[in-house]
């Protein structure tokens, strides 16, 4: 499964919003100071006029917060822990699925929609369930908190795998 360059700039955003602006309230990062999306546009190498169709699905989900003026633009809604990649790549993707015939239905069920027919079942159904599963729970663990404390390590660093450490058992 690929995420489209939606996911990939407007997470880039994000986590430069993140690292040189702070939040509306002040809470994080350099005390609240707007980031124009110009700059952001220049520092990262993409597309202004793309970005600002980006940052206005951010807007709308209550990601970001935008100040007019001459010293304006954008800063985030809330502090970056507090702000999960689940919420950004839903923000600017839609609902999240693996394969096209997979998505969630309002009660939270997954549903194939090849299995309209209540005779069919979907042979396949579980693979793409865990799949999606899989990616779900990876993007509600990590936060933008963990994206700019990433992008601060050493070249080569690693941060710890979000995969429960194996237990360790001695033979008796």
């Known amino acids: 499964m690929m995420f489209s360059t939606k996911a ?48 206005a699905r951010l807007r709308k989900a209550g990601l970001v917060d935008s100040r007019r003026g001459s010293r304006g633009g954008y800063l985030l809604a809330r ?10 790549v839903e923000a600017l993707e839609g609902s999240i699925a693996p394969i096209e015939c997979i998505s969630q239905s309002a009660d939270g069920s997954i549903v194939c929609s090849r299995e309209s027919d209540p005779d069919h079942a979907c042979p396949t159904k579980l693979l793409w369930t865990r799949v999606r599963g899989a990616i779900v729970r990876t993007l509600q663990d990590t936060t933008l908190a963990d994206l700019v404390l ?11 795998s979000l995969e429960p450490e194996p237990l360790i058992t001695t033979g008796a």
Request: hydrophobic share 40%; no cysteine; proline share 7%.
């Open 79 to 88: 502090p970056a822990g507090e702000i999960t990649m689940a919420e950004v």
């Open 8 to 55: 990939e700039y407007g997470v880039r955003v994000m986590v430069e919003l993140a690292r040189r602006g702070g939040t509306a309230d002040g809470t994080d990062g350099a005390g609240g100071e707007p980031i124009s999306l110009a700059e952001i546009a220049e520092y990262d190498g993409m597309p202004l006029a793309y970005l600002e169709h980006l940052v």
């Open 150 to 160: 990433g992008a601060s390590l050493p070249t080569g660093a690693t941060l710890p």
